[in-house]
């Protein structure tokens, strides 16, 4: 019964932001540390960020560092990704991941253990 859900995507302008957030079901995403992937057309999966179990460490792809926040909330089975100042480049189907091994993070595909159906994000005027 472990399942991701992503959701928030949409369309917005150059410059915009959006909230996405990422949902688990049937289990509880305390013992688990999240990565954000993304993944443009004709492109490979990449990592985006990640937290730790605790969210006391916190990373970031250098093409998204001081634009997007990650951030979760325990309480209510939740993982978020703040996004600001998006650019086209931003354009990609956007996942959330998790894996068991909480206390660290990375931008593994490989280190992560169960994936969410990934939710659309396109920036374009």
């Known amino acids: 019964q472990l399942q991701l859900v992503e959701s928030g995507g949409g369309l917005v302008q150059p410059g915009g932001s959006l909230r996405l957030s990422c949902a688990a079901s049937g289990f509880t995403l305390d013992y688990y540390a999240i990565g954000w992937f993304r993944q443009a057309p004709g492109k490979e999966r990449e990592g985006v960020s990640c937290?730790?179990?605790?969210?006391?460490?916190?990373n970031y792809a250098d093409s998204v560092k001081g634009r997007f926040t990650i951030s979760r909330d325990n309480a209510n089975n939740a993982v978020y990704l703040q996004m600001n100042s998006l650019k086209p480049e931003d354009t990609a189907v956007y996942f959330c991941?998790?894996?068991?091994?909480?206390?660290?993070?990375?931008?593994?595909?490989?280190?992560?253990?169960?994936w969410g159906q990934g939710t659309q994000v396109t920036v374009s005027s």
């Open positions: 991941a998790a894996k068991t091994t909480y206390y660290y993070c990375s931008g593994y595909r490989s280190d992560y253990e169960y």
């Open positions: 937290i730790t179990s605790s969210g006391g460490s916190r």
